[in-house]
């Protein structure tokens, strides 16, 4: 296990922003899992789970210790002609994780590809894109209680997965060391196209019934020219949820407001953040250090040197432009640590 005091996050968060970490322990193998357990109290209050760093804003330091589960490692654990279990350990990077399955004849998580970070936070937000969440192709999810050490699996309905959240990021936050996942995955590709955009997307490369390499490729393009790349521009993705309100809220806004993007569920509708965002005036513009992004208005930008406090100002700054307009209250979708 490697072990640094008094460690700089700068390069180990997609903002890049500067912020400090009273310790940080590299967890490097299963051995390391169990040391973790026998030698540290974990504190939810001043210690904190990091992956790759893609969904977090330091506004603050950690005082106490910051645990990177580097535990890497994958086996498929069931086999049979349609398909497979592959248990993942959460060390894993998520895009490699995908071009891995894709090399395999391995398909289920090609709409999620080029998504940063590592497995392990996979299921902490459902992480989700263009017609799939984690939550379709999720078949349990393995932990380490922090508390008392001991292993526990949650099958997939005891995740209480729902749109960018999960039990681990609410009521559980702070409470369990993901260490793998288990997906089903299949052997016969059934592209999902419900996202219309894609489909548009593979008719301009000429394609008509993609293969599973294709769509990961189409969602690939898309995504590399609708989302700044955060080793060139530091930022989180979206920097808000969607906001989900009642049909009857969303039937009214869009009376009220026409070309709100409505988006209906079973018994809610999701709005369009970025729309309400950009009908605000913010697309483009910047605070101090912090830009909303020309290409995608949910993005924030780190133009260069910001602290995560100066990226929360222009995040308050939109939340009440949008609370004000539409009354909205947008959800910022990154972890925020902040006293
Ligand atoms: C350019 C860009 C595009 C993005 N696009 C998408 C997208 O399309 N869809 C989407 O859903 N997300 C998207 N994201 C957000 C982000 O990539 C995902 O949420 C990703 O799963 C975060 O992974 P990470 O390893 O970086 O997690 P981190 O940011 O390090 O951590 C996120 C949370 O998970 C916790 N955590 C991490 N690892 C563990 C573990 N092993 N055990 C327990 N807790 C843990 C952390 O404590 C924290 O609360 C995007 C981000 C960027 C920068």
């Not at 301009?204 to 690939?220: C, E, F, K, Y």
Request: net charge negative.
């Amino acid at each position: 296990m490697k072990r640094i005091s008094n460690a700089s996050l700068k390069h180990l968060n997609s903002f890049s922003v500067e912020a400090r970490a009273g310790h940080l322990l590299e967890l490097e193998s299963e051995e390391d899992l169990q040391t973790l357990i026998s030698e540290h109290t974990f504190d939810a209050a001043s210690d904190l789970i990091l992956g790759g760093g893609s969904n977090i804003v330091f506004a603050d330091d950690i005082e106490g210790t910051v645990i990177l589960n580097r535990v890497t490692g994958k086996r498929i654990i069931k086999d049979t002609s349609a398909g497979v279990v592959l248990e993942v350990n959460a060390g894993e990077n998520w895009h490699q994780l995908v071009l891995w399955c894709l090399d395999h004849g391995l398909s289920g998580i090609e709409n999620l590809s080029l998504i940063p970070g590592l497995v392990g936070a996979a299921p902490m937000q459902n992480i989700g894109a263009y017609g799939v969440e984690l939550a379709d192709v999720l078949d349990s999810v393995l932990t380490l209680d922090l508390k008392s050490g001991t292993p526990r699996e949650f099958k997939q309905q005891e995740c209480h997965f729902t749109y960018r959240n999960s039990r681990f990021k609410s009521a559980d936050a702070g409470k369990y060391l993901i260490t793998g996942v288990r997906l089903c995955l299949q052997r016969e590709f059934k592209p999902i196209l419900t996202y219309r955009g894609l489909s548009e997307e593979l008719s301009t490369m000429g394609i008509d019934s993609p293969t599973a390499r294709q769509l990961s490729d189409a969602v690939t393009r898309i995504r590399q020219r609708k989302l700044p790349d955060p080793k060139i521009s530091g930022n989180a993705g979206s920097f808000f949820k969607n906001p989900m309100v009642s049909l009857t809220k969303a039937d009214l806004l869009a009376r009220e407001f026409p070309g709100l993007p409505v988006y209906p569920s079973d018994n809610e509708a999701k709005l369009s953040a970025g729309w309400l965002i950009e009908q605000c005036g913010w697309k483009g513009r910047s605070m101090g250090r912090v830009e909303v992004s020309e290409q995608h208005a949910l993005v924030l930008i780190n133009k260069g040197n910001a602290t995560g406090q100066e990226i929360l100002v222009l995040a308050n700054a939109i939340q009440a432009s949008v609370r004000d307009r539409f009354g909205i209250e947008l959800e910022p979708e990154p972890l925020i640590i902040s006293q």
